[in-house]
């Protein structure tokens, strides 16, 4: 049983997008097109084993097959926990945690996006960081004697903007994760 | 030695008893940490919706810390990845460094070339150093024995930490457990990943992979497993109950800082530690070190 | 690996000078020249060769021109055939477009590629080398350069050759996607242009496009002359039935034989490679032919005379005929690869072997000894033996050749409960036959001991790579030292 669809039965490269692997390059993926296929990084991922249908090989041969569509959109490409074990036993420098990151950032401008996301942008542009910290925070430390934090949206007001902008617009596509019926990628 | 504290947000608000037991140890070392009000989230969340605004807002805190004239020491693995390798992408991409500090302008801040951010427990091996470190031990952890849990962004990406560790076969955090007088245990397991990365959005793949180190741990006969990231405590300790239900396992594998178990060792007493706020104890722990004894 | 090590060679004492050059064509010319370089005289076979015997630097030959027999002495033989391009078209692609398909020779002549899609096969029809993958890497690079789109298929990427590794990557970063096969992709039908389809190894699916056109290297053959002579001397062939025996330990002009030389291969792939090997076979004979007074000394074998039955045996095992016949058998020195399976095959035991690793055998048959023994190859690594749990004993051997019957039964009667003898694959073997006959002895003595009612697991033989530590460890039925 699986969530994440393995796509049409043949693979037709004249439908595929092959400026896709440009795109995710550009979009932070740079060292995508060193991969040979040797393997290395999903011998050495740890969301492999325990997630169907995940591996940081497979994903990069479709990108570099062009299959734009079927990448983008499934929560397969979510998965990846950021652990650089991939990038440490790779033997060419591709870097998969960072093709990881372009391709969730290109899903994103895409419309596709996980629904916790847009929550902590906003939690960033109000309070500068993930859990604000007030008063009832401030007693707690200065019982311990830690001095106290503040919590400033300011500055990451104004920086995130531009993102919450392009959110705002994208956002209204409901995501893979929502799609989703049962558990989590077992 | 000064360096300025960096506390992400994690760690300021749900691991007291790390902040505390690291501050403590810190002075005793004669590092002073510095507080900067203005630093705030390091970015790390931001990068898979956008890699340049995240790297923007890691920017925005280096540039503090240039402000100070400071290197960066923090407490969160998280952090302490982001922001290396946020240094380092800075450092040698001029034009990515000329967009991100037009942006910052906005905000009268620069990022200057050449910060560098330590992870705390890396600043205590390379910079305090191992002698200090032995001279600082009053009571050795004497027959306890806990599993190092090295996690990810500690160690990797490799180049950017200056493989200052081996990310395959690691030693920073057993020798340091050693230092206590504690036995490093070997749970047979390659350092991994905690999960802690997912548990907004994959939970249960989450839980899986913690379950595998706290089994091994348990296995290994530890008395208990060592930290050195929030996000790494949310999974093995927060979690730990959740893992228990979902897997229908029995665990019980007391959580620690290393910062707490070497605060021990320097002698300070359980309570200066925060050992209030771990939430899975080692009792036996605790009592043999209370009041100073 | 120079054949012949040291300077000059001790026997005979004054080589002949005289090379027989076989072939025809411009390769021939090549190295008839190459011969002279070396200080030879270049001597052409008339009529058809029927022996070759003795040892390099005074071979006898025996030609039989037009039903007469003549013999002579030559120092050495060159095998210079010119390959000749296979007629007709290729398996799998006999449905192709005569417009649609072209040669990498034939691309070489076109003016610049245009822009659309390129398909490149290589590797599927020729013999796999660096040179000819290099050949290919070039030809797509000049393609993408066009503005084209490059699809390449291969079953493997030989890029162990200077710069091979850095063309590869270019070829990738520019974008060409990188296929490996075993066969190349099926033809399809699409009118105006070329239909491929293939099953995708790394998505295990099946994946179908369309290109402008399709491009491979055709397969260069070994011409019939040079296959018969390669027959006729005696010659380990390579895959393609060529005269280099395609082990890396002995590439061309290097063949099996020592003082047997044969050229050419690297015209399948450029002409500046056939110069290569050209250059190599000038420094080879140079060595060969070197003159001088020499006395022949005795380092690598010792013979008892007396004893010899004059079977001729290891004469005939040796797998570079190193060993000739000269009233009674005599060693190129210079030539013996230090196997030891002259002395392992010598009915008499008569021969014994002089080098290093012999003293570690003799001590071995002289003590008694208990518990798990290995006896490995040269090329075993260190490593792999570091790795052995603590009472097992090894022993280093020349090569795996060395091990005899005789051998397997004297250390079982020493007192061994089980004897693993490890080698590298016979297909890489330093000595081209050792690790083979190392197969068949054991086999051999497996057969008695099962016979006997004994248990064959006692003796074994492992083909390995240098660190495959596992494989050795499961023949021990050992666990790894901690």
Redesign the interface.
């Known amino acids: 049983m699986s969530d994440h669809p393995k796509g049409p039965a043949v693979l037709d490269l004249d439908r595929a997008d092959l400026g896709f692997s440009q795109e995710v390059v550009e979009a932070g993926g740079g060292g995508l097109r060193n991969c040979y296929g040797c393997g290395a990084c999903s011998a050495f991922c740890p969301i492999l084993p325990k997630a169907e249908g995940y591996d940081p090989r497979r994903l990069i041969r479709l990108v570099l097959l062009g299959q734009r569509e079927l990448v983008l959109g499934q929560p397969l490409i979510w998965l990846c926990s950021t652990c650089y074990s991939c990038q440490e036993v790779c033997p060419q420098q591709v870097s998969f945690t960072e093709i990881s990151f372009a391709l969730k950032n290109l899903a994103v401008e895409a419309g596709f996006l996980p629904s916790g996301l847009p929550a902590q942008v906003d939690l960033l542009s109000r309070f500068g960081r993930l859990y604000e910290v007030g008063e009832f925070e401030n007693e707690k430390r200065a019982k311990l004697g830690l001095p106290p934090q503040e919590s400033q949206g300011g500055d990451y007001r104004s920086l995130l903007a531009g993102l919450a902008a392009r959110l705002g617009g994208a956002g209204s596509r409901p995501g893979p994760r929502e799609d989703k019926g049962g558990g989590g990628g077992s | 030695m000064r360096a300025a504290f960096y506390?992400?947000?994690?760690v300021?608000?749900?691991n007291?008893n790390y902040?505390?037991a690291s501050?403590r140890v810190a002075e005793k070392l004669g590092l002073e940490l510095v507080?900067e009000?203005?630093f705030?989230?390091c970015g790390f969340?931001?990068?898979?919706?956008?890699?340049e605004?995240a790297l923007?807002?890691a920017g925005?805190n280096l540039a503090l810390g240039g402000g100070l004239g400071l290197d960066l020491v923090t407490l969160c693995s998280a952090c302490a990845g982001t922001l290396a390798e946020a240094a380092h992408e800075l450092d040698r991409n001029e034009e990515l460094r000329e967009r991100v500090n037009q942006?910052l302008k906005?905000?009268g801040l620069k990022y200057e070339p050449g910060r560098k951010v330590f992870h705390f427990v890396r600043y205590l091996v390379e910079e305090v150093g191992w002698e200090r470190l032995e001279a600082a031990v009053e009571r050795p952890l004497k027959g306890f024995g806990f599993v190092p849990h090295y996690g990810?962004?500690y160690l990797?990406?490799?180049e950017v930490m200056e493989r200052f560790d081996d990310?395959?076969r690691p030693r920073t955090l057993h020798r340091l457990i050693e230092l206590t007088g504690a036995r490093a245990v070997e749970d047979g397991r390659a350092p991994?990943?905690c999960?802690?990365?997912?548990l907004?959005?994959?939970?249960?793949?989450?839980n899986?992979?913690s379950a595998d180190r706290l089994l091994a741990a348990e296995r290994a006969g530890a008395d208990g497993l060592a930290l050195i990231c929030p996000f790494c405590n949310v999974m093995l300790e927060g979690q730990q109950k959740k893992i228990n239900k979902s897997l229908e396992l029995d665990l019980r594998v007391p959580i620690f800082f290393l910062p707490q178990l070497l605060g021990l060792a320097m002698g300070f007493s359980p309570s200066e530690l925060?050992f209030k706020l771990n939430r899975i104890k080692n009792k036996e722990l605790v009592e043999a070190f209370e009041d100073g004894t | 690996m120079n054949l012949f090590r040291g300077e000059g060679h001790p026997l005979p004492l004054r080589p002949e000078k005289r090379v027989l050059v076989i072939g025809s064509g411009r390769v021939e010319e090549a190295a008839a020249e190459a011969v002279r370089r070396a200080g030879g005289e270049p001597v052409s076979l008339k009529g058809d060769l029927e022996g070759l015997s003795g040892l390099a630097g005074g071979f006898r030959v025996v030609v039989n021109h037009d039903g007469q027999r003549r013999t002579g002495r030559v120092g050495a033989v060159v095998l210079a055939g010119t390959p000749a391009p296979w007629p007709g078209p290729l398996q799998g692609l006999e449905e192709l477009d005569q417009g649609l398909g072209l040669s990498l020779r034939e691309l070489d002549r076109e003016p610049e590629a245009g822009s659309g899609r390129t398909a490149l096969l290589t590797g599927f029809w020729s013999r796999l080398s660096p040179d000819s993958f290099g050949l290919a890497l070039e030809a797509g690079l000049r393609i993408m350069a066009g503005g084209g789109l490059l699809f390449l298929f291969t079953p493997q990427a030989k890029v162990a050759g200077p710069g091979l590794e850095e063309l590869y990557r270019e070829l990738r970063l520019r974008g060409a996607v990188v296929t490996r096969l075993d066969r190349p992709p099926a033809l399809e039908p699409a009118p105006g242009k070329v239909g491929l389809r293939f099953l995708d190894p790394i998505l295990d699916q099946e994946v179908r496009l369309e290109v402008e056109r399709l491009v491979f290297d055709p397969p260069l053959g070994v011409p019939e002359e040079i296959r018969a002579a390669g027959l006729s001397l005696d010659l380990l062939a390579g895959p393609d039935q060529g005269p280099n025996p395609d082990n890396v330990l002995f590439p061309p002009p290097l063949t099996s034989r020592a003082g047997v030389f044969a050229v050419g291969r690297g015209l399948e792939v450029k002409d500046d490679r056939a110069g290569e090997e050209l250059e190599l076979l000038t420094e080879e004979l140079g060595l060969l032919l070197g003159s001088g007074d020499r006395v022949q000394t005795a380092t690598r074998l010792a013979s008892d005379r007396r004893q010899c039955a004059l079977c001729l045996t290891c004469l005939r095992t040796c797998p570079v005929q190193a060993i000739g016949w000269d009233s009674g058998p005599v060693v190129l020195e210079s030539a013996c690869l230090s196997c030891g399976q002259c002395a392992a095959v010598c009915p008499a035991a008569v021969i014994e072997p002089l080098w290093e690793e012999e003293e570690g055998l003799k001590a071995l048959l002289l003590e008694p000894g208990s518990g798990r023994l290995v006896l490995a190859c040269g090329r075993v690594s260190p490593e792999t033996l570091a790795r052995l749990p603590e009472g097992v004993r090894t022993v280093r051997l020349s090569c795996a050749g060395r091990v005899s019957p005789g051998v397997l039964l004297a250390l079982l009667g020493r007192g061994y409960g089980r004897v693993v003898v490890a080698a590298c694959h016979p297909g890489n073997c330093r000595s081209l036959t050792g690790s083979a006959r190392a197969g068949q002895v054991v086999a051999e003595v497996r057969d008695w001991l099962s016979s006997l009612g004994l248990p064959a697991s006692t003796v074994s033989y492992v083909p390995l790579a240098p660190h495959q530590h596992q494989r050795l460890l499961g023949a021990l039925g050992a666990e790894e030292k901690r």
């Open positions: 506390p992400g947000c994690t300021p608000v749900r007291l902040e505390l501050r507080d009000p203005r705030q989230c969340p931001m990068k898979s919706l956008s890699i605004d923007t807002l925005r942006r906005g905000i990810c962004h990797k990406p490799s990310p395959q991994g990943c999960g802690g990365g997912l907004g959005s994959e939970e249960e793949l989450a899986l992979l925060g």
